[in-house]
Structures are given as structure tokens and as C-alpha cells.
């Protein structure tokens, strides 16, 4: 199936959206394969379907590449990759039927046979665990591949590594990513917070237990951020109306806690000096009713020593922490 840019407008239902593809032919043509990809379709089963659909040579190979400029930048997906996840991160205008020249659409090209494709597959490169060889080199060198795409996310079977991208990809956290997540088994879709926040909260439902969600790293690694975003996704899932407010307030703490215990260090011109302890109250059925936040210090050598480059600053939570004990580390 094949139509120009002056095509109708093809529907899509919520599962799923109608993505337009155009094939790189030797011939200059406006044709184009529109087909309806749903969130479990991987660019792999994306290609066969166009190469069906527009009766290609089967026998050769093809790869898929996004265009959100036209005639702009191609980045070239994986094979375990899925479309539709990129076209959610798309402005809400480009997820229906639109002229090429306004961009975001996917370009089907034949691979190159004679280059060694040496990029790691999501099999391999979305889990550490399903490496060949799982050392301090390779796992850095995927986390490195993964960092330069944008994918600031990698497991390692049930645990979630986030690098730093030193910049906001609001792409990530768009609302609509939170419903993506929702009752996803873990590894089931690309690695996210969003599926941590989603696996602890039904667990917590399915065994009625309180859950744990441990955020660890270096000073600027982003621990506040990604508990930021954490609480973002728990009470958004909350079944009754939105917490919108209870989110505000949890978060409106942070920058008063960071008032009087955040200091500059050698990487981090804002560096919480203690530990937070943020505890989300539900209900049986899952309802949120409140949240307490709690902060401890975590290196009390920083109360009578400073290294270089840095400033002091737990001493400070003095003033706000009247139960003040030093021997806490």
C-alpha cells in the first residue's frame, strides 16, 4: 500500500498510531507506506511489514531511520527498538497524518551489506546482564554507545543505571510516558524510571507490603532529580483524582531542605550534604493520603574537616533539625 503527501488522513485508535514510512527508492518518488504500530511492534517487525507492503526484495536488508527535521538529521533505530515509543516523545500534531515537509516520519532504507554492523542490539544493550562478556569495559563502552543516543537508561536485571545526561530531555518524562509504563512487566518496553516507580507501586497493591525504592550514586549523578521524577509517576498513579497538590508540596520541600544542607563540592555546584527519606502513604486500594519526608546526615567528617574545593553546610541543619544527633554517619 502506497499513497503521496496529498493522502487522506489514515485513523489510529489509543493502542496504537498510523506512522508514516518512506522508502528510499533509486527513483525519486513522493510514495510513501503508511502502517499502524502499536507499542509492542519493534522496528524489526516494522521493517518486514513495509517490505511487505511495498514488495520489496525480501532477500536484502533494510534498517529504519527517524527524521524529525525534514530533510534533516537520520537517526538510525535498532532493531529491537520501538517506533511508537519515539513517536510519543513527537509533538501531538505529528502523531496523525501530516506533510513530509513538516518533518517527524521514518525513512526505510536498504542496509549497506559489505559494513560489519558493530552497534549492540537492545537484547544486549538495554540489560548488562545479556552481554557476552560482562566487564568494566564493555559495560562502559554500552553505557557510553547508549549516552551519545540519548538513552540515559540501562538495566541490570532489576536495577535501573541512569547517567547523568546534564541537561533536561523533557522528551523522557512527557505525561504520556507514565500511562506507557503502566502494568508493563520490567524489560517488557526500553529501560525507564517511570518502570521502577510502576513495578513498585503493584507490588505494593498485589501484596499488600510496603515497598522500597533505594537511589544511589556520586555527588551530581542526579539522585534528586530521578527522586523527583519518582514521585512524579507514584502519584500520578494514584487510582482516585490526580495528587497534583501532595506532589507540589513534597517537591516545594526540597528546595527549603536544600537551602540550609546543600554546598558546592568539586562536581557539583549544588550538592545535597544529607541523606532524604521520603515515605508515600496509600491506601489499601492504592489511593494516596499523604507523604512524610525525612532527612539525616550522612558523613559527619564534613562537620569538622572540608576538602578542597568544597564548603561546608550540615551544620547548618542545626537550625531546622532540633533532635540534632552527631554521632549519626
Not at 257 to 286: C, D, H, M, P, V
Not at 317 to 324: A, F, G, P, T
Request: proline share 5%; net charge neutral; hydrophobic share 35%.
Amino acid at each position: 500500500m502506497s499513497a503521496t503527501d496529498g493522502a487522506g488522513t489514515p485513523e489510529h485508535d489509543k493502542d496504537a498510531r498510523v506512522v508514516q514510512i518512506y522508502p528510499r527508492l533509486p527513483l525519486e518518488t513522493d510514495a510513501y507506506c503508511p502502517l499502524q504500530v502499536s507499542i509492542k511492534d519493534t522496528v524489526k517487525t516494522v521493517i518486514h511489514n513495509a517490505v511487505v507492503t511495498l514488495d520489496l526484495d525480501s532477500s536484502q536488508s533494510y534498517s529504519l531511520l527517524e527524521v524529525k527535521e525534514s530533510s534533516g538529521e537520520e537517526t538510525p533505530l535498532d532493531d529491537g527498538d520501538r517506533p511508537l515509543v519515539r513517536v510519543l516523545r513527537w509533538p501531538p500534531e505529528t502523531q496523525k497524518w501530516h506533510p513530509r515537509s513538516q518533518g517527524y516520519y521514518f525513512v526505510l532504507q536498504q542496509s549497506n551489506n559489505g559494513a560489519k554492523q558493530v552497534a549492540t542490539s537492545k537484547e544486549e544493550s538495554d540489560d548488562l546482564c545479556s552481554l557476552p562478556s560482562v566487564t568494566k569495559e564493555a559495560v562502559l563502552e554500552v553505557l557510553r554507545q547508549r549516552f551519545h543516543k540519548h538513552k540515559i537508561y540501562t538495566y541490570i536485571s532489576n536495577i535501573l543505571v541512569a547517567v547523568n545526561p546534564n541537561r533536561f530531555l523533557p522528551l523522557y518524562y512527557n505525561p504520556k510516558y507514565v500511562k506507557l509504563y503502566k502494568n508493563q512487566p520490567l524489560g517488557n518496553l526500553s529501560p525507564h524510571i517511570f518502570a521502577i516507580a510502576d513495578v513498585a507501586f503493584r507490588t505494593m497493591l498485589d501484596r499488600q507490603a510496603n515497598q522500597c525504592i533505594l537511589i544511589s550514586g556520586e555527588s551530581g549523578s542526579g539522585k534528586t532529580e530521578s527522586s523527583s521524577y519518582l514521585i512524579h509517576c507514584l502519584t500520578t498513579l494514584n487510582p482516585g483524582t490526580y495528587a497534583g497538590g501532595l506532589e507540589r508540596a513534597i517537591l516545594g520541600a526540597g528546595p527549603v531542605l536544600e537551602a540550609f544542607g546543600n554546598a558546592k563540592t568539586a562536581e557539583n555546584n549544588n550538592s545535597s550534604r544529607f541523606g532524604k527519606f521520603i515515605q508515600l502513604i496509600y491506601l489499601e486500594s492504592g489511593v494516596i493520603r499523604g507523604a512524610f519526608v525525612e532527612k539525616f546526615l550522612l558523613e559527619k567528617n564534613r562537620l569538622v574537616s572540608r576538602a578542597k574545593n568544597q564548603r561546608y553546610a550540615i551544620l547548618n541543619l542545626q537550625i531546622i533539625n532540633s533532635d540534632y544527633d552527631p554521632n549519626i554517619v
